[in-house]
């Protein structure tokens, strides 16, 4: 256990030098009670121990400031809490975290698995020999849904890319190539649409899509998942998609 989470004590006064920390030089001892949930008197104690310690030095009334000292303390102090931090996530938590996988084969319950991503979506098969494995929560025949805990390893796959299709809205008396539409589908993974005058293009092309709403962010999530997307959207929406490809760090051309 780090020392700043060894005892409530200790927990307490590494609030506390933050406190002062973020409002030095004017220190009110009233707001950092409130703050950590302490008495005004307690406060006081502990920033006079904290002056002892070379933690803090006093400027006047009411005004205190961290030395150098206990800026490194609190730069130390803090990386012991990340680390700590860090290990309850991806060590303890994400040993027990379950997810739901598709399984390619019956997989007994307690099994380990290996991990692959398909379509999308996460798929299990038994054995332990990929990048990524799991052990099965239970028992599933094949094309069933099987819990998957203990993760361990990386799933190989490659990122999708994004093609953002745009298409003249219905005010500037311009048809789309219905033709150039039916192209880029030949290449997608996914098919989504924003705008009328857009799902109206793919319906005229034979293909409905997945979804009109949110196609930008919907597009960003089936890409992080490997899957090619094409997005047609009129022209006014095209921003709205690519602000959320952005956002989301995703690859994407435009056309």
Not at 2 to 21: C, G, M, P, Q, Y
Not at 66 to 91: I, N, P
């Amino acid at each position: 256990m780090v020392d700043v989470l060894a005892n409530k004590r200790a927990a307490t006064r590494f609030r506390i030098l933050v406190e002062i920390a973020d409002r030095q030089p004017a220190v009110s001892q009233g707001e950092i009670a409130d703050a950590v949930g302490v008495t005004s008197q307690a406060v006081s104690e502990y920033i006079r121990e904290l002056v002892e310690d070379g933690y803090v030095e006093k400027e006047g009334r009411s005004r205190y400031r961290v030395t150098k000292e206990g800026v490194d303390w609190l730069f130390q102090a803090a990386s012991d809490v990340r680390r700590y931090t860090d290990h309850v996530t991806e060590d303890v938590l994400g040993g027990v975290q379950e997810d739901a996988a598709i399984a390619d084969e019956p997989i007994e319950s307690g099994a380990r698995v290996t991990l692959s991503m398909s379509d999308g979506l996460l798929h299990a098969r038994p054995g332990d020999h990929g990048g990524a494995t799991g052990r099965a929560t239970g028992a599933a025949d094949a094309g069933d849904v099987v819990g998957v805990t203990g993760f361990e390893g990386v799933i190989e796959f490659e990122p999708g890319q994004v093609h953002v299709r745009s298409v003249p809205p219905v005010r500037s008396g311009t048809l789309s190539d219905v033709s150039a539409i039916e192209d880029a589908l030949a290449d997608a993974d996914l098919v989504l649409a924003t705008g009328v005058e857009a799902v109206a293009v793919l319906r005229a092309a034979a293909h409905e899509p997945a979804t009109y709403f949110a196609a930008g962010e919907v597009a960003a999530e089936a890409a992080g998942r490997g899957l090619d997307v094409l997005v047609v959207a009129t022209t006014d929406a095209v921003g709205r998609v690519t602000d959320a490809l952005r956002d989301a760090d995703v690859s994407y051309e435009v056309e």
